[in-house]
């Protein structure tokens, strides 16, 4: 759903039915998670009621709610009837973890004698947890929950079941589920190691009173970087708001600039390092002139002087997910409603800001496999569950027959009533999975620190580069 950027609850909960207790023990800790863009969690899902689509066979002898998706073949048999008291352990983060909660009524219908429990840890702690998990195999849970920049590592781990093979069958779903997401769990043998439960396509949020004090359009702000920085100038000149709160993310953008389908973003599938061609040339360049002329207020994103930025005006553009428009209007600046609006990334650039997906570890209880899959087809294929999920919490659904509900054409209030799920629907058609190479997080750690030095002026741009380029060949086959 999102990443460690934005605060998240301590220490581990654990929830059985409706109750939420905290306990102290569950899982263990190791690996940092990746998230190569902001991330946040609020999110909503969307249920397609009425629409002419074949049901999922039925759940544990239960008939799957109306309007919920069905395979084009038949799909493979669910789990006998469980043991008295049996119990279903689900791994998650938040909100993921309030999301799955939410559906413990229908999961006690489907599987009345099988208790589910939810445990939570925080996005970071959770994601190490299930790598020492799945490298010690204790303490693995039925069902664990992944934010989709770590997928691609875990994919390579080999520890994850591959969901093509029975009894789960997900290549049968494919086609209901958005394409880009699909795509990023598949593994380099082509084995599909997660399924998608929410998505987080990009978009540009800007400040439409600044906009109209500056007397600039929005197509200035998105027809070219080029003209977003000079936009940015007379933004800056004649309101004195920043255009965005640090270069940092305009480099994050430029650089999935003219990928290559297969070409990942700092590793071509060899480990061949990509940093030091056109491509990140372009992205230091653009970020900084933008810092020369002054329109970055060099604040980090999720920060107290980011969050005040944008209560406060001096913040005329945010580049992030749709989901941010739930943080926005909940805590980080609810004061700004109406004042907004939403548009396309500038440049027609496509980006995904996190995800969720579901997975079952290969050396989980095999007693419970079946279970397991039930419950991840209950998130992930119930439109009812995405529905409410959307919005609750703005999870944008994975689950791609539910976009043409009626939800998606409503105005949203935040944006003064402008109809912008439409927009991060098309968005989120049109973005491309990466392969995710094991050291990216390295890489990004490794092209963010170059671009500082580049900012504060001791090195050039091609020494910068060359340098990343050097440090990234000595880690990319390890």
């Given at each position: 759903?999102?990443?460690?950027?934005?605060?998240?609850?301590?220490?581990?909960?654990?929830?059985?039915?409706?109750?939420?207790?905290?306990?102290?023990?569950?899982?263990?800790?190791?690996?940092?998670?990746?998230?190569?863009?902001?991330a946040g969690?609020?999110?909503?899902?969307?249920?397609?009621?009425?629409?002419?689509l074949?049901?999922?066979?039925?759940?544990g002898?239960?008939?799957?709610?109306?309007?919920?998706?069905a395979?084009?073949?038949p799909?493979?048999?669910?789990?006998a009837?469980?043991?008295?008291?049996?119990?279903?352990?689900?791994?998650?983060?938040?909100?993921?973890?309030?999301?799955?909660?939410?559906?413990m009524?229908?999961?006690?219908r489907?599987?009345?004698?099988?208790?589910?429990?939810?445990l939570?840890?925080?996005?970071?702690?959770?994601?190490?947890?299930m790598?020492?998990?799945?490298?010690?195999?204790?303490?693995?849970?039925?069902?664990?929950?992944?934010?989709?920049?770590?997928?691609?590592?875990?994919?390579?781990?080999?520890?994850?079941e591959?969901l093509?093979?029975?009894?789960?069958?997900?290549?049968?779903?494919?086609?209901h589920?958005?394409?880009?997401?699909?795509?990023?769990?598949?593994?380099?043998?082509?084995?599909?190691?997660?399924?998608?439960?929410?998505?987080?396509?990009?978009?540009?949020?800007?400040?439409?009173?600044?906009l109209?004090?500056?007397?600039?359009?929005?197509?200035?702000?998105?027809?070219?970087?080029?003209?977003?920085i000079?936009?940015?100038?007379?933004?800056k000149?004649?309101?004195?708001?920043?255009?965005?709160?640090?270069?940092?993310?305009?480099?994050?953008?430029?650089?999935?600039?003219?990928?290559?389908?297969?070409?990942?973003?700092?590793?071509?599938?060899?480990?061949?390092?990509?940093?030091?061609?056109?491509r990140?040339e372009?992205?230091?360049?653009l970020?900084?002139?933008?810092?020369?002329?002054?329109?970055?207020?060099?604040?980090?994103?999720?920060?107290?002087?980011?969050?005040?930025?944008?209560?406060?005006?001096?913040?005329?553009?945010?580049?992030?997910?749709?989901?941010?428009v739930?943080?926005?209007?909940?805590?980080?600046?609810?004061?700004?409603?109406?004042?907004?609006?939403?548009?396309?990334?500038?440049?027609?650039?496509?980006?995904?800001?996190?995800g969720?997906?579901?997975?079952?570890?290969?050396?989980?209880?095999?007693?419970?496999?079946?279970?397991?899959?039930?419950?991840?087809?209950?998130?992930?294929?119930n439109?009812?569950?995405?529905?409410?999920?959307?919005?609750?919490?703005?999870?944008?659904?994975?689950?791609r027959?539910?976009?043409?509900?009626?939800?998606?054409?409503?105005?949203?209030?935040?944006?003064?009533?402008q109809r912008?799920?439409?927009?991060?629907?098309?968005?989120?058609?049109?973005?491309?999975?990466?392969?995710?190479?094991?050291?990216?997080?390295?890489?990004?750690?490794?092209?963010?620190?170059?671009?500082?030095?580049?900012l504060r002026?001791?090195?050039?741009?091609?020494?910068?580069?060359?340098?990343?380029?050097?440090?990234l060949?000595?880690?990319?086959?390890?």
């Open positions: 759903m999102a990443d460690a950027s934005k605060p998240r609850g301590e220490g581990v909960r654990e929830a059985r039915g409706h109750d939420d207790t905290s306990i102290d023990g569950a899982l263990s800790a190791g690996l940092p998670a990746e998230a190569p863009s902001t969690s609020l999110r909503r899902r969307t249920w397609l009621a009425g629409m002419a074949p049901a999922l066979p039925t759940w002898g239960l008939a799957a709610p109306v309007g919920a998706v395979a084009s073949a799909a493979p048999a669910v789990a009837s469980p043991e008295p008291e049996d119990v279903l352990t689900v791994a998650a983060f938040p909100l993921v973890d309030d999301i799955a909660r939410a559906a009524a229908d999961w006690q489907l599987h009345p004698r099988v208790q589910l429990r939810v939570t840890r925080q996005y970071a702690d959770h994601h190490t947890a790598t020492t998990a799945l490298s010690t195999s204790v303490g693995l849970p039925d069902v664990m929950a992944l934010e989709s920049s770590v997928v691609g590592r875990f994919a390579q781990g080999g520890g994850l591959d093509r093979r029975p009894p789960f069958g997900i290549e049968a779903y494919r086609e589920l958005v394409p880009f997401a699909y795509d990023q769990a598949i593994a380099r043998d082509g084995s599909v190691v997660a399924m998608p439960t929410d998505i987080g396509p990009g978009t540009m949020l800007y400040r439409h009173d600044i109209a004090r500056a007397g600039v359009d929005e197509h200035e702000l998105t027809d070219s970087w080029d003209s977003y000079t936009a940015g100038q007379r933004i000149a004649r309101s004195g708001a920043y255009l965005i709160s640090s270069v940092q993310t305009m480099k994050d953008l430029l650089i999935r600039d003219g990928l290559k389908p297969g070409e990942g973003m700092y590793f071509d599938t060899d480990s061949r390092v990509l940093v030091n061609s056109p990140f372009r992205a230091f360049e970020a900084l002139r933008a810092r020369q002329l002054g329109l970055d207020a060099k604040v980090s994103n999720w920060s107290n002087d980011w969050g005040a930025g944008l209560k406060q005006g001096r913040l005329a553009t945010e580049l992030s997910a749709a989901w941010l739930g943080q926005l209007n909940s805590f980080v600046a609810p004061g700004t409603r109406g004042l907004w609006r939403a548009a396309p990334l500038p440049g027609g650039t496509q980006a995904a800001y996190g969720a997906f579901y997975a079952i570890a290969r050396k989980s209880a095999p007693s419970r496999k079946a279970l397991a899959w039930d419950f991840i087809r209950l998130m992930t294929l439109p009812a569950r995405q529905l409410q999920a959307f919005k609750t919490h703005d999870a944008f659904p994975a689950l027959d539910v976009h043409a509900d009626p939800f998606f054409s409503e105005p949203v209030d935040f944006l003064g009533g912008a799920r439409l927009l991060w629907r098309d968005t989120a058609l049109r973005i491309t999975a990466m392969p995710v190479h094991k050291q990216n997080q390295f890489a990004e750690e490794v092209v963010q620190t170059e671009l500082d030095k580049v002026g001791q090195k050039t741009i091609r020494q910068a580069l060359a340098d990343a380029e050097v440090l060949a000595r880690r990319a086959k390890r």
